[in-house]
């Protein structure tokens, strides 16, 4: 059973940027297709972005998101990671990264969560 582990969260400033980073504990990383989802509070959990096997990308329609985030992982280091840049208040949540053999943009797809790290983007 693969564990993740998220961290690179933070309070900062709208405007500012943060690198979340997601580390996997797995032989299989690369069989993996990963996403990054957020919840806020009071809120279902959020598609943010996903990278396939292949590095082939998706990004959630809302908020701007694929303008201002980037998602890449490093295969040779079972790393994940997401770039957010131009942080808005509404990017506040918990982040988690996702491991699943299957590919889609519902929670229900991903068989594996971290715990989560906190964004909290707040003048």
């Known amino acids: 059973q693969v564990q993740l582990v998220e961290s690179g969260g933070g309070l900062v400033q709208p405007g500012a940027s943060l690198k979340l980073s997601c580390v996997a504990s797995t032989n299989d990383f690369g069989r993996y297709a990963l996403a990054w989802f957020r919840q806020s509070e009071g809120q279902e959990r959020e598609f943010v972005a996903l990278i396939t096997k292949t590095n082939n990308t998706l990004y959630s329609n809302s908020h701007n998101i694929r303008d201002r985030f980037a998602i890449s992982r490093d295969n040779d280091k079972n790393m994940l990671f997401l770039q957010m840049d131009n942080l808005r208040p509404e990017d506040t949540g918990v982040y988690y990264c996702?491991?699943?053999?299957?590919?889609?943009?519902?929670?229900?797809?991903?068989?594996?969560w971290g715990r989560g790290t906190q964004v909290t983007v707040s003048s």
């Open positions: 996702a491991a699943s053999f299957r590919l889609g943009t519902s929670a229900g797809t991903y068989d594996t």
